[in-house]
């Protein structure tokens, strides 16, 4: 009986890794390499998921001066737990009277979970026009939304903990 539940729970936890959600507001940092006007920069995805279809917006900022801001619009595809998006189009930008451009990134995010944090971290490449731009790594998180969970993850964190 103990070894036909640890592999019902495995099943399970099989299940909920593939069925993973990503929508949501992810905040955190992107970094740029040098030839960057920055090296650090404020940057956040709004993700809405529809199976593993994703569209939404990213937004960046400088951090020491958020009225220097750029909005795009991007769109993706979660495959396992790998994010693949691009940027389409600026959708809002101001540039606080600074001499500059935003570049249209695109890359791969990989998703990993702990116990209270979603973590999407991975590369990123753009273009500015006809031109590249510095590449750089990108670090978002988001808190975990227990509620979303429903019973059977519930079921699945108490067995887990052994409070069956």
């Given at each position: 009986?103990?070894k036909s539940s640890?592999?019902?729970?495995?099943l399970?936890?099989?299940?909920?890794?593939?069925?993973?959600?990503?929508?949501?507001?992810?905040?955190?940092?992107?970094?740029?390499?040098a030839g960057?006007?920055?090296?650090?920069y404020s940057?956040?995805?709004n993700?809405?998921?529809v199976g593993n279809?994703?569209?939404?917006t990213?937004?960046?900022r400088?951090l020491d001066?958020?009225n220097?801001?750029?909005?795009m619009k991007l769109?993706g595809k979660?495959?396992?737990k790998s994010?693949?998006?691009?940027?389409?189009?600026?959708l809002?930008e101001n540039?606080?009277?600074q001499?500059m451009?935003?570049?249209?990134?695109?890359?791969?995010?990989y998703y990993?979970q702990?116990?209270e944090?979603a973590?999407l971290?991975?590369d990123?490449?753009?273009?500015i026009?006809?031109?590249t731009?510095?590449?750089?790594?990108?670090?978002?998180?988001?808190?975990?939304?227990?509620n979303?969970?429903g019973?059977s993850g519930?079921?699945?964190k108490?067995?887990?903990?052994?409070?069956?």
């Amino acid at each position: 009986m103990k070894k036909s539940s640890i592999f019902i729970l495995f099943l399970l936890s099989v299940y909920f890794a593939q069925s993973q959600d990503i929508s949501g507001e992810w905040t955190g940092t992107l970094y740029q390499e040098a030839g960057g006007v920055r090296y650090e920069y404020s940057f956040e995805m709004n993700l809405q998921q529809v199976g593993n279809k994703i569209t939404g917006t990213s937004e960046i900022r400088f951090l020491d001066n958020k009225n220097v801001y750029g909005k795009m619009k991007l769109s993706g595809k979660l495959i396992k737990k790998s994010f693949i998006f691009e940027e389409s189009e600026i959708l809002k930008e101001n540039f606080d009277g600074q001499t500059m451009s935003w570049c249209i990134k695109r890359g791969t995010l990989y998703y990993s979970q702990g116990s209270e944090m979603a973590v999407l971290q991975g590369d990123w490449t753009g273009t500015i026009g006809r031109g590249t731009c510095s590449p750089g790594t990108i670090t978002l998180q988001r808190k975990i939304n227990q509620n979303k969970l429903g019973k059977s993850g519930k079921k699945l964190k108490e067995a887990a903990r052994g409070n069956n």
